[in-house]
């Protein structure tokens, strides 16, 4: 059974920095590229960054290029979204996300297993 539980959530004031953290276990964490996403209230959710087993290539939306950035330590079975520069529009709840092979991509549809969320709040 996969499991992924994120952390690292919270309130923050714009310009403010949080470093999410996702931990997985129970299928080989290093075979397969890991993703987080967003979902805002009313909104769909949507992709935010994704990176392949050996972290070579890590891929951002075009709204947070430059402010996050996202990394894995296979060793650990984590992965972390270091989020800078925050603003209130990057409020939303975040999910991790393990992809179905080891190639990273945008679609939800790429991606086999979810986390429960971690809210992230940004006031002005």
């Known amino acids: 059974q996969v499991q992924l539980v994120e952390s690292g959530g919270g309130l923050v004031q714009a310009g403010g920095s949080l470093r999410l953290s996702c931990a997985a276990s129970?299928?080989?964490?290093?075979?397969?590229?890991m993703g987080w996403f967003r979902q805002a209230p009313g909104k769909e959710r949507e992709f935010v960054a994704t990176i392949s087993w050996s972290s070579a290539s890590p891929y951002y939306a075009a709204f947070v290029k430059g402010r996050f950035t996202i990394s894995r330590d296979n060793a650990k079975n984590t992965v972390y979204l270091q989020m800078n520069s925050l603003k209130p529009e990057d409020t939303a709840v975040y999910y991790c996300?393990?992809?179905?092979?080891?190639?990273?991509?945008?679609?939800?549809?790429?991606?086999?297993?979810w986390g429960q969320g971690t809210q992230v709040t940004v006031s002005s």
């Open positions: 129970g299928r080989t964490f290093s075979s397969y590229a």
């Open positions: 996300a393990q992809g179905r092979s080891d190639y990273p991509r945008s679609s939800e549809l790429e991606y086999a297993y």
